[in-house]
């Protein structure tokens, strides 16, 4: 297929949208539909002079945002259509063609994500209505991680929970671990080795990768399980809803709520989850705002020591996301404390790679496990897992 491919990510209340082209030097178009349903509602974007516009579409709904996306597509008619769905369950290996069928799966697995899923489909159910002869493939968060073995996702509760309410651990960002694992094994002599990847961003999640599969990773049955990210908890007591019902009274949707949106580098500095923000005040001389670094940076290092058990051979450690692949603060204190580990990180290199860059960051006679930060790509991604689909089925 030499067409395009539109890539669609649609919340609630937004539509993230991209133009891919089979040819990695054409310009992307890309943007985002915000405020859904409200009066300011608007689309943002870029054009392919890399201009950037501003359209007020004062209450429109996914359909209407969809059709205004579509006319800042300079008349490049997409092939295909490509759409980020969070959560596949057990269902989705891989990515799907849609039809009726994957859509009543997308339905069925809507109570494992219930604020992501109603959203996606919104959006295919939107893109039908407008171009109903467009084929249309979904891409699952969860599906890269679907090849983690029992011991990696289940969790010790009674089996009928497993088996008569799907509750296990899926793991989510399954588009990124993807795409900067292979890109690694591109990139590296050691190929498609053992890898532990760091996705750092306002969600942050860590994988365990052999052989171009995942083997574990920290996120669960929900995106909250794991390390700490920008306003969600990551991995607490268990115990603790317990107890904060019991002692402060507080119902299950202050709970949800306080953990995945108060909680975080957020909860932890107090000030923000803007990590830029965050480095800066601890410069200045707050507290807590250090403290949160140490947390988050103990929980990532934590986190990758504990998935390395689920690699026969180590060789190496990604970095990406946001944090990722700007903050050399973070990528120093992890690697920090790893020392076991035999990591050598070359300090003039990690403080050269900003955004946008990838290299490795250890010397390149180093025998011990390699550091490489690999801006991820997660629309690229679901552009090529679009195109594999469709050209599997020819
Ligand atoms: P993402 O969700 O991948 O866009 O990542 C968002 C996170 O990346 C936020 O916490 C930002 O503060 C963080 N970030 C972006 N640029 C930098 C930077 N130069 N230094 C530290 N953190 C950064």
Not at 65 to 81: K, T, Y
Not at 239 to 262: A, F, M, P
């Amino acid at each position: 297929m030499n067409a395009p491919v539109l890539v669609i990510n649609c919340g609630s209340s937004s539509i993230k949208y991209a133009l891919i082209d089979p040819d990695p030097q054409a310009p992307r178009l890309a943007g985002l539909a915000e405020r859904l349903g409200s009066a300011e509602a608007r689309l943002k974007g870029q054009n392919s002079a890399g201009e950037s516009f501003t359209q007020p579409l004062p209450a429109a709904d996914h359909t209407q945002a969809l059709n205004a996306i579509f006319e800042h597509l300079e008349g490049r008619l997409p092939g295909a259509v490509g759409h980020r769905i969070v959560h596949g369950g057990e269902h989705f290996t891989q990515a799907a063609l849609i039809d009726n069928s994957v859509i009543n799966a997308i339905e069925t697995t809507a109570a494992l994500a219930p604020l992501h899923n109603p959203a996606n489909l919104a959006g295919i159910t939107a893109t039908r209505k407008i171009f109903p002869e467009l084929p249309q493939v979904a891409v699952f968060d969860t599906a890269f991680h679907q090849t983690m073995p029992p011991r990696a996702y289940r969790y010790a509760l009674p089996e009928a929970l497993y088996t008569e309410h799907s509750i296990r651990r899926y793991g989510f960002h399954g588009t990124s671990h993807a795409f900067v694992s292979q890109r690694a094994a591109e990139l590296s002599d050691r190929g498609a080795g053992g890898w532990l990847t760091a996705h750092l961003g306002n969600g942050c999640s860590t994988s365990a990768v052999w052989n171009n599969q995942s083997l574990d990773t920290s996120m669960g049955l929900t995106p909250l399980e794991g390390v700490v990210m920008g306003t969600r908890s990551g991995d607490v007591d268990p115990g603790l809803h317990t107890h904060l019902h019991r002692q402060l009274g507080w119902s299950l949707e202050k709970i949800d709520s306080v953990l995945n949106k108060e909680s975080g580098l957020l909860g932890l500095s107090g000030l923000t989850n803007d990590l830029r923000e965050i480095e800066d005040a601890a410069k200045q001389g707050h507290a807590n705002a250090q403290l949160a670094i140490d947390v988050f940076c103990y929980r990532i290092a934590k986190s990758l020591a504990a998935l390395s058990c689920a690699l026969p051979q180590l060789d190496g450690l990604i970095f990406t996301g946001g944090i990722g692949e700007n903050s050399s603060t973070v990528r120093r204190n992890v690697l920090a404390l790893l020392p076991h580990f035999g990591f050598a990180l070359n300090d003039n290199a990690n403080e050269a790679t900003i955004r946008g860059k990838e290299g490795r960051l250890d010397n390149a006679d180093h025998q011990g496990p390699q550091v490489w930060v690999i801006p991820t790509d997660e629309e690229g991604r679901i552009a090529m897992e679009t195109r594999h689909c469709l050209e599997a089925r020819l």
